[in-house]
């Protein structure tokens, strides 16, 4: 008989350990932003973009990103289609730099410009996509920001493009990974 009761006592008390070891494992989704795009190579048809993504990840446990897929978009023409297949570790409490690689239809790309851009010179874009996140599966997210098209004079290179916020991107553009908290 006192057997039974502590085995009851010891079972109820393992409950309440777990519980409250679920409770401080709130997982956060980790937040992607764009912070640069860079020409690797192409020709008229298709650019190869190097894109860096800043990923911050607010947990208190690493995580690793297996992969990652985007579509960059200007309203709803794609500029570019990116993907990473390789796991990289995201540092606790910390963002990680993650190289992209990016394709992108030059020549489409050259036909829309005009229309692409705003008074402003500045283009608007969106870049979602879907992470996988190992032991939590995939996430989606979504960023929007815009980039300051450089100011072309006859006979001189182009200046780098320049994104309006690489450091933040919770002013003024909304950047999130949706995933069950």
Not at 32 to 56: P, Q
Not at 96 to 119: C, E, F, G, K
Not at 133 to 143: A, L, M, N
Not at 160 to 165: D, K, P, R, T, Y
């Amino acid at each position: 008989m006192k057997s039974g009761i502590l085995s009851r006592a010891l079972l109820a008390g393992l409950c309440v350990l777990l519980v409250a070891g679920c409770a401080s494992m709130k997982w956060h989704k980790p937040q992607i932003s764009l912070v640069d795009v860079r020409l690797a190579g192409g020709n008229l048809l298709e650019s190869r973009l190097a894109l860096k993504v800043r990923v911050h990840n607010e947990n208190d446990r690493d995580i690793i990103l297996d992969a990652l897929t985007f579509d960059m978009l200007a309203g709803d023409f794609v500029l570019a289609r990116g993907a990473r297949s390789e796991p990289i570790v995201l540092s606790r409490l910390a963002d990680t730099i993650v190289d992209i690689d990016a394709t992108a239809r030059t020549l489409d790309i050259l036909q829309r410009l005009p229309a692409l851009v705003q008074s402003d010179g500045r283009i608007s874009y969106v870049v979602k996509g879907e992470a996988v996140i190992r032991d939590y599966g995939r996430v989606p997210f979504e960023h929007t920001d815009s980039l300051a098209m450089p100011k072309l004079s006859r006979g001189a290179p182009p200046a780098a493009l320049s994104g309006s916020n690489p450091a933040s991107s919770s002013a003024g553009a909304s950047s999130s990974a949706n995933a069950p908290q």
